[in-house]
Nanobody, 124 residues
Framework: QVQLVESGGGLVQAGGSLRLSCAAS????????MGWFRQAPGKEREFVAF????????YYADSVKGRFTISRDNAKNTVYLQMNSLKPEDTAVYYC?????????????????WGQGTQVTVSS
């Protein structure tokens, strides 16, 4: 069992930056693909980014490509999402997720463990 706890959300003006963190419990964190998803009010949860076990491969949704960076520190059991040039449409609850099978996918159904989410609000 893996527990994920996100932090770092908050209120920021458009054009600003935030860094989200996701701390994971468990010894097998370094073998998992880690992903970030988000859900805005009234909308379905959508994929943001994922990173493979070593950090050598990353993949982003088109909507965040060039603005967001996913990274991980396996020694700290933590995955990060650096968000720059934030836009009001980035406002959502952001969730981190762990895929123990390592499928490297944007499909939320492939992820086995989820955090509770952290709110990001971008004002115009």
């Amino acid at each position: 069992q893996v527990q994920l706890v996100e932090s770092g959300g908050g209120l920021v003006q458009a054009g600003g930056s935030l860094r989200l963190s996701c701390a994971a419990s468990g010894r097998t964190f370094s073998s998992y693909v880690m992903g970030w998803f988000r859900q805005a009010p009234g909308k379905e949860r959508e994929f943001v980014a994922f990173i493979n076990w070593s950090g050598g491969r990353t993949y982003y949704a088109d909507s965040v490509k060039g603005r967001f960076t996913i990274s991980r520190d396996n020694a700290k059991n933590t995955v990060y999402l650096q968000m720059n040039s934030l836009k009001p449409e980035d406002t959502a609850v952001y969730y981190c997720a762990a895929d123990r099978e390592g499928t490297r996918t944007s499909r939320s159904g492939a992820y086995d463990y989820w955090g509770q989410g952290t709110q990001v609000t971008v004002s115009s």
